[in-house]
């Protein structure tokens, strides 16, 4: 059985004042939730303030990127060394990353590797654009990604890593995918992806999460998958009801609760 996991991707929002109201307001609420792991992803300057009020509890918190090297003159930059201090998980290759800042499969596969090397579990985004998907291209394009992530990886790490399949048409669009495609991408493209490179324990241990227009509304079909293992939430994240109610969608979903 996998343990699914919801995180919450708070992008660039949210203050520290306000990260720490968002936790405050959340966390008994979440930590309520069995069965389910639960992780905030807030902007770097709110992970010291957000890592300090869920200390001591299973709610988790992760990166939104990081740097492959651990230290040196990379200006701007925040290394795993940095990030582990805070972090127990940090989402690679989102979406964003690769379309605003340049993000290539290669660096998607350096970023992953550093993480493992300090203990970070990653959260690897992989999806396609709508180009992509109305050319018919989806299964190829997701599946090299998938490849190009895990390049040099053994079998144990990949099984300890979260894969998030998020359709860039689906991002903040309010425009979900269907409970079926979610399905179809996850299961027959990126855990039978890893079942031919690494085997099929290798793939029945693999996370993969849904993301993309996750709202409470459609939470509890998505996450009814078998191959969905949860979600990377982000807009309904920044409100502390509708984080909470996916997060029970999901437990519900997944006969945990
Ligand atoms: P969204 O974002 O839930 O706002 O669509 C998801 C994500 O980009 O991780």
Known sequence: ????????????YKTVAEAKSLVSESKDDLLAVSGVDKVFC?????????????AGTALGVGAQDMYWEDEGAYTGEVSP???????????????????????????????IKAALRHGLTPIVCVGESLEIRQAGDTERWVTEQVR??????????VAGLVFAYEPIWAIGTGLAATPQDAEHVCGSVVR??????????????????????????????????????GGLVGGASLQAADFVAIVRHTAEAKGTA
């Open 1 to 12: 059985m996998r343990t699914p996991i919801l995180a919450g991707n708070w992008k660039m």
């Open 42 to 54: 807030p902007p770097f300057l709110a992970v010291p303030a957000v890592a300090e009020l869920v």
């Open 81 to 111: 060394l940095m990030a582990k201090e805070f972090c127990q998980y940090v989402i690679i290759g989102h979406s964003e990353r690769r379309e605003y800042f340049g993000e290539t499969d290669a660096d998607v596969n350096k970023k």
């Open 148 to 157: 190009g992530a895990v390049a040099d990886l053994t079998g144990e790490q």
């Open 192 to 229: 039978a992806t890893v079942r031919e490179m690494y085997g099929a324990q290798v793939a029945e241990a693999v996370r993969i999460q849904y993301g993309g227009s996750i709202k409470p509304g459609n939470a509890l079909d998505l996450m009814s998958q078998p191959n969905v293992d």
